[in-house]
């Protein structure tokens, strides 16, 4: 099958590229292999750095990766999709969009972008179509290499990223996936491991047609939204942000090593035997409880060798290091740490500076959910009638607009109670509202009114009845006045007693 590039990617070229990206793409490997606890290679390299060959050779026997630090801190940062996103097409509801979202699973895709998107400063969201059913693929830096736009370097005319057959580091099983755009007309090719043309998919002489992803002005686009933790200022990549933590996850897994080792050591005491002629049975059993027989001649001395370390001072530095780093990223290290227990508005002011990375980001996302639903309109649209979509198009005049949702944190009930109750007296919470608050599964504004309503209704029925109920209800739920049964006031007995 001939292969007609037209925008003019060369063999000579690509490997050219490819090696320049290497590095980069090495690091995001790094990154993402320590976020997801397969860091050994990672934490035997830097040992091997610092020790020499046998120290190294004890210290990876003990590798801990228990306190996995940059997990913790992208995952407590990305806070975009916590909450649930409401997203809106104006006035007119398009079943094939909403129809997109549930069966896509979208929330649970863009969670996991926002956090390859501060882990890794870039992501990479490819809407598209599978078996008649719309997914995304997401495809992260350590497996794609872009071609900049000349005029434009933050923007990508060309994206080319790996397919592996085999989940293993180093693979050689590979295929590129080549899509690019150029005047107006776009292709899709596919490469082999050595970026060998293996066939044109889409574009002049595609086996499978013309390039189809175009706007309604018939201009070709990329099937791709890029997420960048930061809007780009002169290039398409950030290499450098993030540098920070990544070290300092490394360094905790080295220290979390170093103090396994060092209690080992320093729980066992070592036996010696000074003897002339001490020699010890190479049978005997060498453990804590097991007593030792060694024949040593005269003025033998036996002892043990009790090795002490400063573990404390070990500590102080691997907590050090820790609320170093997670307070440079807004968190408070009495949250990460989990020393107490605060309450929701303690929490809001320790994570103030998380509160402002979100905002940052928040219109960052905005954008990248309007091109998402961009690319996702020209995806679903390119197909509609093919593939099972009975042509359910999206318009192309629809309007969108998302909302992300705000994050809550959790207040004492009691106080929440309060606040609910001075939100409903001051007119900022309707009765069905407040109602529908404390019993979720009613879904109806007016019927949670009307069951509100209704058990205020029989919980004045119940106090005319009983009139102590009132006082027993206050005494139980710690609210002023105090429950008594009706006894004869003081002196009242004796009164009484004397009449009698």
């Known amino acids: 099958?001939?292969?007609?590039?037209?925008?003019?990617?060369?063999?000579?070229?690509?490997?050219?590229?490819q090696q320049a990206d290497n590095d980069r793409m090495n690091d995001a490997a790094d990154k993402i292999d320590l976020y997801t606890d397969d860091a050994n290679d990672i934490i035997e390299a830097q040992?091997?750095?610092?020790?020499?060959?046998?120290?190294?050779?004890?210290?990876?026997?003990?590798?801990?990766?228990?306190?996995?630090?940059?997990?913790?801190?992208?995952?407590?940062?990305?806070?975009?999709?916590?909450?649930?996103?409401?997203?809106?097409?104006?006035?007119?509801?398009?079943?094939?969009?909403?129809?997109?979202l549930k069966e896509s699973y979208l929330d649970v895709k863009l969670k996991k972008v926002n956090r390859y998107t501060n882990l890794l400063n870039e992501c990479l969201l490819k809407p598209t179509i599978r078996k008649g059913r719309f997914c995304f693929d997401i495809i992260t830096p350590n497996i794609c290499f872009v071609f900049q736009d000349e005029d434009d370097p933050t923007l990508a005319k060309g994206i080319c990223y790996q397919i592996s057959y085999v989940n293993t580091r180093g693979r050689s099983d590979v295929d590129w996936h080549f899509w690019g755009i150029d005047e107006g007309a776009g292709e899709y090719v596919l490469f082999d491991k050595n970026f060998r043309p293996k066939k044109t998919i889409y574009g002049d002489d595609g086996e499978k047609g013309p390039y189809p992803y175009l706007t309604k002005e018939k201009e070709a686009v990329l099937p791709f939204v890029t997420f960048h933790r930061d809007s780009p200022d002169y290039t398409f990549w950030d290499q450098d942000t993030g540098g920070d933590l990544y070290n300092a996850g490394v360094r905790a897994h080295v220290k979390m090593t170093m103090l396994d080792y060092y209690f080992k050591t320093c729980s066992f005491k070592q036996v010696y035997i000074i003897g002339d002629t001490s020699k010890m049975p190479q049978d005997q059993v060498m453990d804590p409880i097991s007593p030792l027989s060694c024949p040593a001649g005269e003025g033998a001395e036996i002892g043990v060798l009790d090795i002490q370390n400063n573990m404390k001072q070990l500590q102080d530095a691997l907590a050090y290091n820790i609320n170093t780093v997670v307070n440079n990223y807004g968190i408070s290290a009495d949250q990460f740490t989990l020393v107490g227990e605060m309450s929701g508005r303690a929490l809001k002011i320790r994570n103030r500076a998380l509160m402002e990375i979100r905002e940052e980001q928040i219109p960052l996302f905005r954008q990248y959910e309007w091109e998402l639903f961009s690319v996702i309109r020209i995806v679903n649209n390119a197909w509609a009638g093919g593939g099972g979509l009975k042509k359910k198009l999206i318009p192309w005049e629809l309007e969108f607009a998302v909302d992300f949702g705000e994050i809550g944190f959790p207040e004492d009930p009691k106080e929440e109670r309060q606040l609910d109750m001075m939100d409903l007296k001051s007119g900022l919470l309707s009765p069905g509202q407040f109602y529908m608050k404390y019993n979720p599964d009613i879904t109806d504004e007016d019927e949670a009114e009307k069951a509100l309503f209704e058990n205020l209704k029989k919980l004045r029925e119940a106090t005319e009845s009983y009139p102590e109920l009132d006082e027993a209800l206050n005494t139980i739920l710690g609210v002023a006045g105090t429950y008594q049964r009706n006894l004869p006031e003081e002196g009242e007995g004796d009164k009484e007693d004397k009449e009698e």
């Open 1 to 17: 099958m001939p292969i007609n590039a037209s925008w003019g990617i060369e063999l000579s070229v690509l490997k050219a590229k």
């Open 47 to 100: 040992l091997k750095a610092e020790f020499v060959k046998q120290n190294y050779d004890r210290l990876k026997l003990n590798i801990n990766k228990s306190q996995n630090i940059l997990k913790r801190v992208i995952n407590e940062i990305s806070t975009i999709y916590k909450a649930e996103a409401q997203r809106t097409t104006g006035d007119k509801l398009n079943d094939r969009y909403q129809e997109i």
